[in-house]
């Protein structure tokens, strides 16, 4: 009891302080058996470098039947993005997409497009929360009322490059680049926006960077980030 009441007391000192400098979100959905995401891997790797932006890579499995089972995928990242596909009334999932900020989406081929829309990312107006680790949890602060809670999620990624060799299906031969694969992607709880905070797992591995977003919830706005 005592540690909750000393966890409350910091979120709400955290309430009303700016979060600055967050970087907009850029989400890849990709395939090692997607013969068109070569590319899009390829612009992942680029705006890795550029100040301001976090991409990420999701690997997804609904593309294993070309011939290719994609060694990063898992079931969760398909679900991610098929949320994103169900509020924008997308008739099918497709790959490569990219999604900025959860706030619009554009082909992972379509580059001018993308960098377009991450501008527009840049000058959106911002009021998170504050979010903070505070021993083994999360503690995110007041902030916007949500009138369906915003989902808070884990997300842990290897920031190192790797480079994939295909042996079969639509990229085989190729060696296929990669950066910011994700590979655990948890839902913490809900967030209301009042002070509140969480339990979080244990890493799987090492090397892997923990970033936390506040999502409106099926796939909508990125509210907040903390990127350790």
């Known amino acids: 009891m005592r540690l909750g009441l000393v966890l409350v007391g910091l979120c709400l000192a955290m309430a009303g302080r700016a979060f600055a400098g967050s970087p907009v979100v850029v989400e890849l959905y990709t395939s090692q058996g997607c013969g068109s995401c070569a590319d899009a891997n390829r612009l992942v790797d680029d705006l890795a470098d550029r100040e301001g932006l976090l991409p990420l890579t999701f690997s997804v499995d609904y593309l294993d039947y070309l011939g290719w089972r994609d ?6 990242f398909s679900k991610r993005q098929r949320s994103y ?3 924008w009334e997308a008739p099918a999932l497709i790959a490569p997409q990219v999604v900025i900020d959860g706030r619009a989406q554009a082909r992972g081929t379509e580059t001018e497009a993308v960098d377009a829309l991450i501008r527009e990312a840049q000058r959106a107006q911002r009021d998170p929360p504050e979010i903070r680790f505070i021993g083994d949890r999360l ?51 809900g967030w209301k ?35 350790e």
């Open 193 to 227: 926006g009042k002070p509140v905070s969480f339990a979080v797992p244990e890493p799987t591995a090492k090397g892997l960077v923990t970033l936390i977003l506040v999502q409106q919830p099926k796939g909508g706005e990125v509210l907040a980030l903390l990127n």
């Open 139 to 189: 503690a995110v602060g007041s902030g916007r009322h949500t009138a369906t809670p915003a989902d808070v999620w884990l997300i842990r990624y290897d920031p190192r490059g790797q480079d994939v060799a295909v042996r079969r299906g639509e990229n085989q031969g190729r060696t296929l680049i990669y950066r910011n694969v994700v590979r655990e992607l948890v839902r913490l709880g």
């Open 85 to 87: 596909a169900e509020r």
């Open 71 to 76: 060694t990063f995928a898992r079931p969760e």
